[in-house]
RNA sequence: GGUCGGAUGGCCGAGUGGCUAGGCAGUGGUCUGCAAAACCAUCUACACCGGUUCGAAUCCGGUUCCGACCUCCA
């Protein structure tokens, strides 16, 4: 019996995952805030979880995976001051805040759906829950963890600190934190300086607000995903996701807030993506040194040689353990391109061997060796290095080195078909989305420059070669006839 | 400054006491009308200094360098 072990930042190890209800998974990831371009770092919490989303349902679990969008609040620094950043988007570009919260909500998905990332199963808007941010803040009031200041309300991090372990996420101690903490300019209504906003009074010109109990004003900085985790999976749930850089203060807050109102921490298990960096330093927003996912995709960006494409992303993300950083270069993504495309004409080849009694090659250990690996916190590289030994046995096998039954044969579909389709999400999408019957087509003409071959008539046939090859369809010439490809 | 993590071959990137990661690139060969691909073989490692051990890239101590978080960030 194998278990599934996930590294848990809560205990800080791995631990074997069992989920709170048998047969099912209630799993939170934080979504993007949509005031700008997706990104490379938006994609990879996205494709961590959506690999995730994708073996949990493939252990048999029933998954329930929430990912919000955030659409509300979020200042643009923490001095309590500042326009946020949706409304200073909207400000500039003199739009409607929601329209720079759709625009972008709908770029994010454009490149996800390119990306093959799942949907998840609900994907909640924080401005469509102002009523359970409200609702969830009075209960804090109630317990005691939240006051009210000239119409906003602050969590008492220092008070909640008394009762429970403010920092049980971040490994943080509040007297570090009161230390360390940025000295605010000016007068703030926080009682203490580590103490958050849940709710925060809306000036005369900030453009989103509600009303509230305390006026009008707008949500905090982590109540939404507190308050729509509770909603969809309850007070208390198995996963909750998200990038390393949020664990503190995001995450930290988040199970403040679970506690302070429902006297539950929330999530089981706390699962965090590294960073993507580039040169060694993080690729983000703030730093502005970011790539977009659209920029990828097309070439356009200035530190980018060439186009890659979206399967081309995903798969160089794979071979990096989601809680490693992965160091961006061209080299490195031009490496992952021709890898991915030996692993898709492994995949094809593999199609057309031709079984034989008995195989030479063992390749019985394989499967449960894959599994083996992404049982251990999901080793996505170590699952492809195992595909990559099979890609030589295939070749081998197609060359006639080796031989593999009909058994054998089918074994390695399905692994193939279970990793790297089902479970890595890598498509072939030029071959599945191709209407019309080219392989028949294709058999023709290389019937005729096989002809031409068998006649020495080399002009022919090399003519046919190039002219394919400008049609990016490659020729290749084996012992058994001529096979062909695409080039990318 | 505080907390935490990292340093692996030309590049990317796994592993973690003894046995090979893997991908890309390089070199030599096989195949081939040529080409491409593929196959076979092969080269370049575990930041530095000590210690533990029969044995350490892996454990322990120290040093140097890098990064993340401590403000919004995926």
């Given amino acids: 019996m194998q278990y599934f072990k996930i590294y848990n930042t809560l205990s800080g190890k791995k631990e074997i995952f069992r989920s709170i209800n048998p047969n099912i998974v209630t799993m939170y990831v934080c979504g993007p805030t949509v005031y700008g371009e997706p990104h490379l770092g938006h994609a990879r919490p996205a494709l961590t979880f959506d690999i995730l989303f994708r073996y949990l349902k493939h252990l048999g679990y029933k998954v329930r995976y929430v990912r919000n969008i955030t659409d509300v609040g979020h200042l643009l620094n923490d001095a309590d001051e500042g326009g946020d950043k949706i409304g200073e988007k909207a400000k500039a570009l003199k739009l409607e805040p929601m329209e720079v919260a759709n625009f972008y909500t709908k770029k994010y998905h454009e490149s996800l759906y390119k990306l093959n990332i799942e949907n998840p199963s609900i ?6 829950h102002i ?12 317990n005691g963890f939240g006051y009210e200041v000239n119409g906003s309300v602050y969590f008492d991090v220092v008070k909640y600190n008394e009762s429970n372990d403010y920092g049980i996420l971040s490994r943080r101690k509040i007297e570090d934190l009161m230390d360390s903490s940025r000295h605010l300019d000016g007068q703030s209504d926080k009682k203490n300086k580590v103490d958050f906003a849940l709710w925060k009074k809306a000036s005369s010109e900030h453009i989103m607000r509600w009303p509230s109990p305390w006026g009008d004003g707008f949500p905090g900085w982590h109540l939404e995903c507190s308050a729509m985790s509770c909603k969809y999976l309850g007070e208390e749930f198995d996963i909750h996701g998200g990038g390393m850089d949020l664990v503190f203060p995001h995450h930290e807050a988040e199970i403040a807030q679970c506690c302070a109102a429902n006297n539950n921490k929330g999530a089981k298990y706390w699962m965090h993506n590294n960073m993507i960096t580039i040169s060694g330093q993080k690729m983000g927003k703030s730093l502005g040194n970011f790539i977009t996912l659209d920029e990828f995709f097309n070439g356009s960006h200035d530190k980018l040689d060439q186009a890659y494409h979206p399967m081309v992303i995903r798969f160089f993300l794979l071979q990096a353990h989601y809680r490693s950083t992965i160091d961006f270069s061209n080299t490195a993504l031009q490496s992952a391109e021709k890898g991915l495309i030996r692993l898709f004409n492994a995949i094809k080849i593999l199609n057309k061997l031709k079984p034989k009694e008995k195989s030479t090659v063992d390749i019985s250990p394989f499967s449960s ?3 083996l690996a992404m049982n251990d916190d999901m080793n996505t590289p170590i699952v492809l290095s195992y595909l990559f030994d099979l890609v030589k046995i295939i070749n081998s096998t197609y060359e006639g080195k080796q031989d593999l039954s009909i058994k054998d044969i089918n074994e390695l579909k399905k692994l193939f078909e279970k ?6 999400g890598l498509c072939n999408s030029e071959e599945d989305s191709d209407p ?3 392989e028949g087509i294709m058999s023709i003409i290389l019937e005729l420059r096989q002809n031409s071959k068998e006649k020495k008539d ?16 490659e020729i290749k010439d084996t012992k058994d006839g001529t096979s062909w490809s695409y080039k990318k």
């Fill in 123 to 128: 994907e909640p808007l924080a401005s469509g």
């Fill in 131 to 142: 009523i359970e941010q409200i609702e969830m803040i009075k209960k804090i009031i109630d």
């Fill in 369 to 371: 060796k894959c599994d």
């Fill in 419 to 424: 990793y790297t389709v089902s479970i890595f």
């Fill in 436 to 438: 019309t019957d080219v």
């Fill in 458 to 473: 080399w002009e022919i046939a090399d003519k046919i070669r190039d002219r394919l090859n400008n049609l990016n369809i």
